[in-house]
């Protein structure tokens, strides 16, 4: 039974991979992700505001107006907020590179062009052995189009690109307007992997006491479907590897994501919730229902569900909207 895949030009073992989360803050239990089978893993994000708080220009501008209002006290987060600091960040990507033989894969967090990105380059001097770009912005200015988005984001990605030797996935949200042909513009500008999708964790509000409320829920096996799509649009089209993050869960959703044309099944909503012991559940059960329906490996599965084997993947999406529509009955 063959599990092996490859992401990012790095052969993998199976495509369970841990996602960035704060499981990879603590080195042991990076310890047991590795020995509860992880095929690599992926680091917390080091945010683009935590970098540019320590830059003398950026410090200027804040203490030049963060007392005018007293709102302006709660617009970022305290330093401590942040479990790990710039200079913190670039040492545990060395400890966790000792701690390990699997691959390591460090993670940047931002939504500007800028000298934050050199930081790029110093988590591959560091031992990163590819580096995932978490591409985020809220898009809630008035005055920017969505093709000045695509174009900062693009740029940004250039930017890195020239800053690194290891490989480049960039994780992206699934508001982008056309999702599939910026897709296509950033295989084209070098990027080695995208990443599907970054998972928003959207604001409540408390009305009574007026306040914004931050809340987190773990996402679930119904999340999935969104990305299964994304993936199917983009497999056997692009250059770049394919990986699914958010609402995978079980084996099942190994197999649905590699039929549409994953390389990599990342998880931590089902690692933080069972523990990393999970991993290798999934895989045994992987490998049990790969058996069970004589698939001999994941590559002769993978992307035989995707669009590309559909003759006109646009009637199909469209017909399949309609049917729902048309055939939906109250419960």
Same mark, same amino acid.
């Given at each position: 039974m063959d599990l092996s895949t490859n992401y990012?030009?790095?052969?993998?073992?199976?495509?369970?991979?841990?996602?960035?989360s704060p499981l990879a803050d603590d080195l042991d239990i990076v310890k047991q992700l590795e020995d509860a089978g992880a095929a690599a893993i992926v680091l917390r994000s080091l945010f683009e505001e935590q970098i540019t708080r320590?830059?003398?220009?950026?410090?200027?501008?804040?203490?030049?107006?963060?007392?005018?209002?007293?709102?302006?006290?709660?617009?970022?987060?305290?330093?401590?907020?942040?479990?790990l600091g710039p200079d913190e960040y670039l040492n545990h990507v060395q400890r $966790?590179?000792? +701690?390990? #033989?699997?691959?390591?894969?460090?993670? @940047?967090?931002?939504?500007?062009? &800028?000298?934050w990105l050199s930081y790029a380059r110093m988590i591959e001097q560091a031992g990163a052995d590819a580096l995932e770009l978490n591409v985020y912005h809220a898009s809630t200015d008035?005055?920017?189009s969505g093709s000045e988005v695509e174009r900062q984001t693009l740029e940004m990605i250039r930017q890195v690109k020239r800053e690194l030797k290891i490989p480049l996935a960039v994780k992206l949200s699934p508001y982008f307007t056309a999702f599939a042909h910026f897709a296509c513009q950033l295989d084209m500008a070098?990027?080695?992997?995208?990443?599907?999708?970054?998972?928003?964790?959207?604001?409540?509000?408390?009305?009574?006491?007026?306040? $914004?409320?931050? +809340?987190? #829920?773990?996402?679930?096996?119904?999340? @999935?479907?969104?990305?299964?799509? &994304?993936?199917?649009?983009?497999?056997?089209?692009i250059k770049a590897s394919l990986a699914v993050t958010g609402g995978v869960h079980?084996?099942?959703?190994?197999?649905?994501?590699?039929?549409?044309?994953?390389?990599?099944?990342?998880?931590?909503?089902?690692?933080?919730?069972?523990?990393?012991g999970h991993l290798n559940q999934v895989r045994s059960d992987l490998e049990t229902w790969m058996e069970k329906n004589e698939w001999p490996s994941l590559d002769d599965m993978r992307g035989n569900m995707s669009q590309e084997r559909i003759p006109n993947p646009q009637i199909y999406d469209r017909a399949n909207y309609m049917m729902m529509l048309q055939t939906w009955e109250r419960p």
């Open positions: 990012l030009g790095i052969r993998l073992a199976h495509p369970l991979v841990p996602g960035a320590e830059q003398e220009a950026m410090h200027h501008h804040w203490g030049s107006h963060d007392h005018a209002f007293a709102e302006a006290l709660t617009f970022f987060p305290s330093a401590d907020t942040f479990v $966790v590179k000792q +701690t390990v #033989q699997i691959p390591v894969i460090g993670s @940047l967090n931002g939504m500007t062009p &800028g000298g008035v005055e920017t070098g990027t080695d992997g995208l990443v599907l999708f970054n998972r928003y964790y959207d604001p409540d509000i408390d009305v009574e006491e007026l306040n $914004v409320l931050r +809340t987190l #829920q773990l996402s679930d096996s119904s999340e @999935l479907p969104l990305r299964l799509r &994304g993936i199917a649009a983009l497999a056997g089209r079980t084996a099942l959703d190994v197999v649905k994501a590699t039929m549409a044309g994953a390389h990599v099944t990342q998880m931590v909503s089902a690692l933080l919730k069972n523990g990393p």
